[in-house]
């Protein structure tokens, strides 16, 4: 062949010391679907500590026993989150989910409590701050417990949609 006519850009041949190539694998819509599903948990944690803290350290509401182990199962999740998201581990939603179901089922006994269908001899507050009472409550019904219920749904649902995808 004459030289005119050869590729500009050909490759050296192979050979077993200059064989090494670097691939990683493109990111895949179900990849990127489940990591924007981790974020916006991560958000919702976030979001739920912070208004916590508001509540507490600027208002001034003392929290109550209740309270306290709610705060217990969320705020672990603004840091093992992130762990999840980089690098991308949909694995992480097997160590995470116990907690915001444990914080759920704490703030559906404080929203029972609260609505008095739970008789307030058995309530865990008898000290201190008591855990039947609404402290704050917007639009009438919008109460520190039923917004952490809401946020503990709101991330059980989405971790259920990621280790459903991982169950595939």
């Not at 000290?127 to 503990?152: A, D, H, Q, R, Y």
Request: hydrophobic share 50%.
């Amino acid at each position: 062949m004459p030289p005119s006519s050869q590729k500009v850009d050909e490759q050296p041949e192979n050979n077993s010391r200059n064989s090494v190539t670097m691939t990683t694998p493109a990111p895949t819509h179900k990849a990127g679907r489940d990591w924007t599903l981790l974020f916006v948990c991560w958000l919702i944690a976030v979001i739920s500590m912070l208004g916590s803290l508001f509540f507490s350290e600027v208002m001034g509401v003392t929290p109550c026993v209740l309270c306290w182990y709610q705060r217990i199962a969320m705020y672990p999740l603004v840091f093992i989150l992130p762990l999840g998201l980089f690098p991308l581990d949909v694995g992480v939603v097997r160590y995470l989910l116990p907690l915001p179901i444990l914080g759920w089922l704490i703030a559906l006994y404080q929203v029972a409590l609260t609505m008095g269908y739970i008789p307030k001899s058995i309530q865990p507050c008898s000290k201190g701050v008591s855990c039947s009472e609404n402290v704050i409550e917007w639009f009438g019904f919008l109460s520190i417990p039923v917004m952490s219920l809401f946020s503990f749904t709101v991330i059980i649902g989405l971790l259920l949609l990621v280790s459903k995808k991982v169950s595939k």
